[in-house]
């Protein structure tokens, strides 16, 4: 499979792959740094995870991104029509009941736009390319992502545990979309995941010992290796004992010092950690809720 094919292989990506400037980095490098690789192939980005994973990731490989809308406004900024090409997303509304709720859900298009000497073609996935004006495409209201060469390399440990630690957030939130045994298309992705973990895993700490056996597991044994990649993550951060011994004994039951630390990460800590936080009282709420259900159902 040729780097382009890989490419367009994962289709959550596809838009925005086309307008990265060729890289020197491997493929599963860069799509372990975006996160592309900690999810099945057929489950849809959301806005929150372009912002959170996507974006972010870009980082060491030396690039700069933003995801903004395609207003009039934009249209007007000094050098935006010099540009060459822009990733076009269109996000579904998110709504709770009847209310709409501020943000942006599923992503539910992407194309790519750019400039030719003829004028902007737009280019969507699976479909013929075609000539437009800026200003039809802004009526469309489509996100634009803008990226740029940064003005230096990010440094390479701080990018991977950054890459890790949204990995690990992603497992707790979201098991139901890790890559499987499946489908040929997560294979595909488990082999990525246990190369980019195995490049990962340099020294001789112990986070770094779990990483190597993420990576050793990953194909084979993918639950395995999400545990450890989780362990690693937790323990990178250096927490308090009871905070840590919270996230990592994920069934036993919390104590009252373990709940304050947990409310307290949720508030003030980085956004991975505070998913985590989240995730693990939303847990242990739920068994409290279940025990107090079946006790009521034997009186």
């Known amino acids: 499979m040729s780097g382009r094919q890989a490419r367009r292989s994962n289709s959550d990506l596809w838009a925005v792959w086309q307008i990265l400037p060729p890289s020197a980095l491997p493929l599963w490098f ?11 192939v057929n489950s849809s980005l959301c806005y929150s995870d372009v912002c959170s994973w996507f974006l972010p990731g870009l980082k060491y490989p030396g690039f700069h991104a933003e995801l903004i809308p395609f207003t009039p406004g934009l249209l007007r900024q000094p050098g935006f029509r010099q540009r060459h090409s ?67 390399r990010g440094f390479r440990r701080a990018a991977v545990w950054s890459a890790l630690q949204r990995w690990a957030a992603f497992y707790a939130n979201f098991p139901q979309y890790l890559p499987t045994l499946q489908q040929q298309e997560d294979v595909f992705n488990l082999q990525n995941a246990a190369l980019f973990l ?10 770094n010992r779990l990483l190597r056996k993420a990576a050793q597991n990953m194909e084979k044994h993918p639950l395995q290796a999400h545990s450890a990649l989780y362990e690693a993550v937790v323990i990178f951060w250096q927490l308090p ?38 995730a693990r009282l939303q847990r242990a709420e739920g068994v409290q809720h279940a025990e107090k259900s079946g006790e009521g159902g034997r009186a």
């Open 30 to 40: 860069l799509q372990g740094l975006t996160g592309s690789i900690a999810r099945t």
């Open 86 to 152: 822009f990733a076009l997303l269109w996000f579904e509304p998110q709504t709770l009941g009847h209310n709409e709720a501020e943000g942006f859900g599923a992503l539910s298009r992407q194309a790519v736009l750019a400039r030719t000497k003829s004028g902007w073609q737009m280019h969507g996935e699976g479909a013929e390319t075609q000539a437009v004006q800026l200003e039809e495409v802004q009526m469309l209201s489509p996100f634009v992502v803008q990226v740029s060469r940064a003005d230096r």
């Open 198 to 207: 195995g490049a990962a895993a340099t020294g001789h700490t112990r986070e």
């Open 241 to 278: 004992y009871a905070a840590e011994k919270a996230l990592l004994e994920t069934e036993a039951p919390l104590s009252a010092a373990q709940v304050w630390e947990l409310e307290y990460l949720t508030r003030a800590a980085v956004p991975e950690l505070r998913a985590l936080a989240a």
